[in-house]
């Protein structure tokens, strides 16, 4: 993820000549979009406001959730999307964002795969609050799963 800017006003210019996307923070969601969008053929730069990058996301540990996956095919656990909505709605006292919950049950598993076409395979699982069957996915060495 190579330069790291010190922000001051001369450099915005020197972004605009290199850069062509700005990611805004390097947890997971902004490391993965800017990997993304390089494979995609686009020059991202990350800003980030703390001195360490990684967010809250460095201090992820169990493991991801995800419905439908390849590795759960593997491990004989039958699961579907709507009892992933419906226990994660439950497990969220219901509070929930509904559109946002269906469109992450629903695409959870792509995320799985992708980080599986990265090398980082999420191979072993687990049941972590409120499910019922194992759909947490984590490392088979059981690293934790966002510590940088
Ligand atoms: C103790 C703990 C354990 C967890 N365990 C798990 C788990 O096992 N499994 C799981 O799926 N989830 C877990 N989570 C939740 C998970 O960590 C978060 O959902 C996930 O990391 C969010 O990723 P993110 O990239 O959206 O945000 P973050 O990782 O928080 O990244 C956001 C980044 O944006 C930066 N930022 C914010 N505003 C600005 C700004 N204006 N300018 C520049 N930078 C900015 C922040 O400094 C930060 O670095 C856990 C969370 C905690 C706290």
Redesign the pocket.
Known sequence: MGDKFVFEPTSIEKLQDQYDTIV???????LVSAIQAHELGLKPVI????EQ?????N???????AAETNVQFQHGVIDNFEDFYRETYRGGGKLNDQDLLSYFTNHAALAVDWLADHNIKLDDLTITGGMSKMRTHRPATMAP??AF
């Open positions: 805004i923070g390097s947890g997971s969601t902004g800003l980030e406001k703390m990058i990684g967010g809250n996301t201090r992820a540990s169990s493991g991801m959730n799963i966002g």
